[in-house]
């Protein structure tokens, strides 16, 4: 009998497209590739669909003890916290009751695992990945494996131009699903006071209010400005650009690991936070547009006309990233599951 797997995610206006980008990408990956797999969206919004070409249904609110009850070998979670929760809010489901032999769960987040530890919940799931920089390497606890830091973020190769011009004339500006804090205008309007010409692509989401959208396509740009609308695959559409920008979300390392150099925009402490080892490790470059525009505008300017900058980008981008993500993720996949079938 074939396997089953099961893949359940969220999107919305407040929480983009992350979650959803991110499970659909570990759901390509060769370890499921004979697999008949199923997706449960939880959103509002019946064009999202459009988003994946596997098997989706589309729900305002997921039954946990149901699903959990259903024959799928590996059921993958990658939803905001909140859907957790019971209905009143308050009481947060206990997976250790709900759990059957037979599934296998994965769970992706950042730090939400560690926050349960920490609050003494007990939360049976089989593994947790957070494929993203963390103080914390790959460990077991409690009979759980946590996966962490950016070996564990799928990837998609795909091939790319190789080199780096004298001026980094081709710009691509993404700021999620919804943009709310209305980032790609104040960007515009940035690179539009640049003594440059510029060949701009600005990505629109599925989520953008109607206003922004209609100040975005009214803005009288000197810079050619190319919209895209429902972009299904962000990697292969950015690929040839010599200067990204974007915000803290999981589309910086979607670019850092193409090797692509990346201008991060953030606007508070907390921003700010999540960007610490992006900066430390010197993978972008970090605006404030809450402190002096002059110096915002140079700084891009800088990165834009130096061919130097932007390949010592590249290069510390390769220092952390490599082509076999994938493949490091499926050995692992494949050890755990003979390792937690042998328990059972």
Same mark, same amino acid.
């Given at each position: 009998?074939?396997?089953k797997?099961?893949?359940?995610?969220?999107?919305?206006?407040?929480?983009?497209?992350?979650?959803?980008?991110?499970v659909?990408k570990?759901?390509?990956?060769s370890?499921f590739?004979? +697999?008949?797999?199923?997706?449960?969206? @939880?959103?509002?919004?019946?064009?999202?669909?459009?988003?994946?070409?596997?098997?989706?249904?589309?729900?305002k609110?997921? !039954?946990?003890?149901?699903?959990?009850? $259903?024959?799928?070998?590996?059921?993958? =979670?990658?939803?905001?916290?909140?859907?957790?929760?019971?209905?009143?809010g308050?009481?947060?489901?206990?997976?250790?009751?709900?759990?059957?032999?037979?599934?296998?769960?994965?769970?992706?987040?950042?730090?939400?695992? +560690?926050?349960? @530890?920490?609050?003494?919940?007990?939360?049976?799931?089989?593994?947790? @990945? %957070?494929?993203?920089?963390?103080?914390? #390497?790959?460990y077991?606890?409690?009979?759980t494996y +946590?996966?962490?830091g950016p070996?564990f973020f799928?990837?998609?190769?795909?091939?790319?131009?190789?080199? %780096?011009?004298?001026?980094?004339?081709n710009?691509?500006?993404? &700021?999620?699903?919804?943009?709310i804090?209305?980032?790609?205008?104040?960007?515009? $309007?940035i690179?539009?006071?640049?003594?440059?010409?510029?060949?701009?692509? *600005?990505?629109?989401?599925?989520?953008?209010?109607?206003?922004?959208?209609?100040?975005?396509?009214? =803005?009288?740009?000197?810079?050619?400005?190319?919209?895209?609308?429902?972009?299904?695959?962000? $990697? /292969?559409t950015?690929?040839?650009?010599?200067?990204? &920008?974007?915000?803290?979300?999981?589309?910086?390392?979607?670019? %850092?690991?193409?090797?692509?150099?990346?201008?991060?925009?953030?606007?508070?402490?907390?921003?700010?936070? +999540?960007?610490?080892? =992006?900066?430390?490790?010197?993978?972008?470059?970090?605006?404030?547009?809450?402190? !002096?525009?002059?110096? %915002?505008?140079?700084t891009?300017?800088?990165?834009?006309?130096?061919? /130097?900058q #932007?390949?010592?980008?590249?290069n510390?981008? *390769?220092?952390? &990233?490599?082509?076999?993500?994938n493949?490091?993720?499926?050995?692992?996949l494949?050890?755990?599951?003979?390792?937690?079938? $042998?328990?059972?």
């Amino acid at each position: 009998m074939k396997k089953k797997a099961l893949f359940i995610s969220n999107a919305s206006f407040r929480l983009g497209l992350g979650h959803l980008k991110r499970v659909y990408k570990f759901s390509k990956i060769s370890f499921f590739s004979n +697999y008949k797999k199923n997706f449960l969206l @939880i959103s509002n919004q019946k064009n999202i669909k459009s988003f994946t070409d596997i098997n989706t249904k589309i729900v305002k609110r997921i !039954n946990l003890k149901k699903i959990l009850l $259903e024959d799928y070998n590996f059921i993958i =979670f990658d939803i905001a916290n909140a859907d957790f929760f019971d209905k009143g809010g308050k009481k947060l489901l206990n997976l250790n009751k709900l759990k059957t032999r037979n599934n296998i769960l994965i769970f992706f987040d950042s730090l939400y695992p +560690y926050s349960l @530890i920490k609050r003494k919940i007990n939360f049976n799931a089989d593994i947790f @990945i %957070t494929p993203y920089f963390i103080n914390k #390497r790959s460990y077991k606890f409690n009979n759980t494996y +946590y996966l962490n830091g950016p070996r564990f973020f799928c990837k998609q190769n795909f091939t790319k131009k190789k080199d %780096t011009p004298l001026i980094g004339k081709n710009i691509f500006v993404t &700021f999620g699903g919804s943009d709310i804090n209305s980032y790609s205008l104040k960007i515009l $309007e940035i690179l539009d006071k640049l003594k440059l010409k510029l060949n701009i692509k *600005l990505v629109i989401g599925p989520f953008f209010l109607k206003k922004n959208i209609s100040k975005l396509q009214s =803005f009288n740009s000197r810079h050619n400005i190319k919209f895209l609308y429902n972009i299904k695959n962000l $990697e /292969k559409t950015f690929l040839n650009s010599d200067l990204v &920008f974007t915000s803290s979300g999981i589309t910086r390392y979607e670019v %850092t690991s193409s090797m692509i150099p990346l201008i991060v925009v953030y606007s508070s402490k907390e921003e700010k936070k +999540y960007n610490y080892f =992006f900066q430390k490790k010197g993978l972008s470059i970090l605006i404030n547009l809450k402190q !002096n525009e002059k110096q %915002t505008q140079k700084t891009i300017q800088d990165v834009i006309t130096s061919k /130097k900058q #932007r390949i010592k980008l590249k290069n510390n981008c *390769l220092k952390v &990233f490599n082509n076999d993500n994938n493949n490091y993720i499926n050995s692992k996949l494949k050890l755990i599951e003979n390792n937690l079938n $042998e328990n059972k």
